[in-house]
């Protein structure tokens, strides 16, 4: 009787091995010299397909699509969420509009954008769904726009000149959905059927569709090209000669489903799908710009030298910054486990000595600016690695790993110690009171604010956005908070604001967790304002 029953435990036993044994080889393909190499053939195919339209601005869908091309080669950023297009769950996000995408693809003529998946499809779900609603939604705000305009006689000529007169016309005017062919007909007409209903939260949310109607002269459509793309270069069309304004989606990587053998003139490495997505698993600290610097080194350094030269250049950026006064914490990698006799001797945390960094080594070496005025509020937000605060009068500083420089006396100077909702969810929320009251105080002296966070795109922006909630009225002046008593407190009356704060801060990725501790913050406070009148 025993014997049964001790053949299912070796039978368990044998296919727990065959699970460990190819988790066992994927992590020894993975390695930091297999990401890098399959970036760098990765981007060279990129920039093939953007030498076709030289004149189009390339553009990274963040964070993954940074790695394929040097930091000076984009024109901007853009952030499309591959949930936003998962099946069953489409959705038009208010909180990522990529306005400054569209008006610059307007400006332009159109636009390139970058990004990639590990999960053996051709395209990310953010290209093949998430984008392509986008654009379906902004034309048909545009169209309607249109319509209510020449409806009410008040059509302007900027917006009716000889070129797009054609285009502006309804019946000329495509605002239906393009979707890739493999997106299935019944996924197809469930996102049809919910257009409409995205197209009036974008109207609600307070979006200047005006700029935007003027802009687009052609409505927005999508354009999909991967490595099993085949494009004719004696056929390649003109812009001029689209009757729409190109969104074209590249998707970096080739679409195998497992790692392939490469050789190089030194070297054999496995290519891996999608690497540049998911770079905290793989990184080790190394960014984009870091990456782009020392290329050839690292590419020349091989297998057996690779981990060891990133944390080196990565260590000496931590210096150099941390020499200027910036947090710069030590990047510990992960050691990598050995596998049978192979072991690498570069495996290890390693932590060097501090050496003198040229500055045009440092991630934020590029021409991107990273701070924004919102309007003419006197209210800044920025992360707390931007070089010069120019024209700024105080600071408040939302950074939890970062103390400013600065003489300022307490009433220009707010440090608080703000982590993002993953490692607190309360933590904004706590924090805002403060915040609040160093606001009102300055902005009653008429000094400019700025708002900062590590990176400024969350924290500071949601800081910004209860500020500008409670401080001002609708018309953008400050009035004490006085209007706030006034008016409910509701996500849509949130979202505008927060829209109108991403027309400035054009890098806004606010979280999902933060948003709802303004929100929970901003209904408290009216309650207990009202519990004193």
Not at 34 to 62: G, T, Y
Not at 92 to 108: E, I, P, V
Not at 487 to 508: G, P, Q, S
Request: aromatic share 10%; with cysteine.
């Amino acid at each position: 009787m025993a014997a049964p029953a001790a053949e299912p435990a070796a039978e368990q036993s044998a296919t727990m091995s065959i699970y460990k044994a190819a988790r066992r080889i994927k992590r020894r393909a993975s390695t930091l010299y297999n990401a890098l190499r399959s970036v760098a053939e990765d981007a060279a195919f990129v920039a093939e397909v953007a030498a076709l339209w030289p004149a189009l601005p390339l553009v990274a869908n963040l964070r993954c699509g940074l790695w394929y091309a040097p930091p000076r080669d984009f024109n901007a950023t853009c952030y499309f969420k591959s949930t936003d297009g998962h099946a069953g769950n489409w959705s038009f996000s208010t909180a990522r509009l990529n306005l400054h995408l569209a008006l610059l693809a307007g400006d332009r003529g159109g636009c390139i954008i970058i990004d990639s998946t590990r999960r053996g499809k051709r395209f990310p779900d953010s290209m093949s769904k998430t984008i392509p609603i986008w654009c379906c939604v902004l034309n048909r705000a545009v169209e309607r726009y249109r319509l209510r305009a020449i409806q009410k006689g008040r059509e302007s000529s900027a917006m009716l000149n000889r070129d797009a007169e054609n285009n502006s016309c309804p019946s000329n005017w495509d605002s239906s959905v393009h979707l890739p062919v493999w997106v299935l007909d019944t996924e197809k007409n469930a996102v049809e059927g919910r257009i409409e209903e995205w197209t009036d939260q974008f109207e609600l949310c307070g979006a200047d569709i005006h700029s935007l109607a003027i802009k687009l002269q052609k409505p927005l459509r999508p354009l999909w090209i991967s490595q099993r793309t085949r494009i004719w270069l004696n056929e390649v069309p003109e812009l001029d000669s689209w009757d729409f304004t190109p969104i074209i989606l590249i998707s970096a990587s080739a679409s195998d489903a497992f790692s392939t053998q490469r050789m190089s003139s030194e070297f054999s490495w496995q290519y891996i799908p999608g690497a540049g997505d998911d770079e905290e698993s793989w990184a080790r600290g190394l960014t984009p710009t870091l990456f782009w610097k020392h290329k050839y080194d690292l590419l020349d350094a091989g297998p057996d030298h690779c981990n060891q030269l990133v944390a080196d250049i990565v260590e000496k950026d931590r210096v150099y910054r941390a020499q200027r006064g910036e947090h710069s914490p030590q990047i510990a990698a992960k050691p990598l486990k050995s596998h049978d006799d192979v072991k690498c001797n570069d495996d290890r945390t390693s932590y060097m000595w501090p050496v003198k960094l040229d500055p045009t080594d440092t991630q934020y070496s590029n021409n991107v600016p990273l701070l924004f005025w919102i309007g003419t509020l006197n209210l800044a937000v920025s992360s707390t690695l931007q070089d010069a605060f120019v024209g700024v009068d105080c600071i408040l500083n939302c950074d939890s790993t970062s103390r400013l420089p600065t003489n300022s006396s307490e009433n220009s100077y707010l440090e608080l110690s703000i982590v993002g909702s993953k490692d607190d969810r309360f933590s904004l929320m706590k924090n805002l009171s403060k915040a609040i009251d160093f606001a009102k105080r300055n902005l009653v002296a008429e000094r400019k604010i700025l708002v900062c966070c590590q990176n400024g795109e969350d924290i500071s922006i949601c800081v910004a956005l209860a500020i500008v909630t409670l401080l001002f009225d609708d018309n953008g002046c400050f009035d004490y908070g006085n209007s706030f008593m006034k008016r409910d407190i509701t996500k849509l009356e949130m979202r505008k604001r927060l829209v109108f704060i991403c027309k400035f801060a054009v890098n806004a990725r606010p979280s999902r967790g933060n948003l709802k501790q303004v929100y929970g913050f901003l209904c408290n406070e009216k309650e207990r304002l009202s519990r004193l009148t």
